[in-house]
């Protein structure tokens, strides 16, 4: 693009797209956004997609885009990383002064971004997230173990993880400096975005469903997310299992005492070998839940210290100089 000597230089917004075999949403996404572009004359933009090692013709969607639009960039991965890793690819390549999150499937409504440049550039606000009200269209068991979650991660974690909040968002240049400089492999972004702080406004709205092509998550896949996310920010499942080990230690030794007395007073009948049978059963299922946690946060140590890449990149055209 010409940039005028005399005007001075436009502010660049970068929109930064997961897309994990999104053929079909992907040509819908850009003729939505390039929509949405028209009321932002303020801002240069960029479109940088970050395709998740997709097996379908994503890619070929992607080159042809970057072919009919200079501003389009992508970062292809080797293979599928998961979109956390699609995210941090997206933040790090992104050129622009402000970055924006959304999906490829038009989940996140590229109409809400003029409010959201807004809010940043004029109300002070460092970043804008969104999170949905309702949850309209998504099965019930799936809305309740979401709302259960929430519930939990909030209580015992430090990082502010609000209901309903979605990846979309939009950030000046501070807060994805903050998002980058944690490198941690095991990567929880609904985490990562609360954890980091900053000034932070929340958009609501309703759930809408996909544009085209279908969800990548299953509810075992989500229920495991859930899990990581737990472990990855909070310790307090470690705790439980303390204070569990030593109410069970409390226990078993009044036990001990009561059936010494007891054997002491009344002499020792031979009897109890079923509820024996089911203390033991008890103690050692707690004793493997506990083993169980511990052993949760060696994995995630483990894989943490073997400081993998978080993504390996295949083929990538990006905003070299900063101005094309
Ligand atoms: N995605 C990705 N890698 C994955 C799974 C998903 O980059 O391994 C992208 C996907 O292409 C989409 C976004 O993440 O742009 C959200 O995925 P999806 O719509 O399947 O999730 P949902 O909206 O159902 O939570
Ligand atoms: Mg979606």
Redesign the pocket.
Same mark, same amino acid.
């Given at each position: 693009m010409n940039a005028g000597k005399e005007k001075k230089k436009k502010e660049k917004l970068s929109l930064v *797209?997961? $897309?994990? %075999?999104?053929e079909e949403a992907l040509p819908i996404f850009y003729r939505e956004a390039r929509k949405v572009e028209e009321q932002l004359p303020q801002v240069e933009m960029e479109y940088l997609f *970050?395709d #998740?090692g997709s097996v379908d013709g994503t890619m070929d969607v992607i080159r042809r885009l970057h072919e009919e639009d200079s501003r389009v960039h992508y970062v292809s991965f080797s293979r %599928?990383f998961?979109?956390e890793a699609?995210i941090y690819a997206g933040l790090e390549n992104a050129a622009g002064d402000y970055v924006a999150i959304l #999906? $490829? #499937?038009l989940?996140d409504p590229p109409a809400l971004l003029p409010e959201m440049l807004r809010i940043v550039t004029e109300e002070g606000y460092d970043c804008v997230g969104s999170r949905r009200v309702s949850r309209k269209g998504e099965p019930p068991i799936r809305s309740w173990f979401a709302r259960m979650f929430y519930r939990i991660m909030n209580r015992i974690s430090s990082a502010d993880v609000v209901d309903g909040a979605r990846d979309f968002q939009l950030m000046n240049r501070k807060v994805v400096s903050a998002i980058l400089s944690m490198k941690e492999y095991n990567r929880f972004s609904k985490g990562i975005f609360g954890w980091v702080g900053f000034k932070k406004k929340w958009l609501e709205y309703e759930n809408i469903e996909?544009a085209a092509g279908e969800?990548?998550?299953s509810f075992w896949k989500l229920l495991l997310y859930a899990l990581d996310g737990i472990v990855a920010f909070s310790t307090m499942p470690l705790v439980i299992a303390s204070v569990m080990g030593i109410l069970f230690c409390v226990l078993a030794f009044a036990a001990i005492i009561f059936i010494i007395i007891r054997t002491l007073v009344f002499g020792d009948p031979t009897s109890g070998w079923p509820s024996m049978v089911c203390i033991i059963m008890l103690v050692s299922g707690v004793q493997l839940l506990c083993i169980g946690i511990l052993g949760q946060y060696m994995a995630k140590t483990y894989l943490e210290t073997k400081r993998r890449p978080l993504y390996l990149v295949e083929e990538a055209r990006l905003d070299e100089d900063g101005e094309d």
């Open positions: *797209v997961p $897309a994990y %075999n999104e *970050v #998740d %599928n998961g979109k699609a #999906d $490829a #499937d989940q996909r969800t990548k998550w």
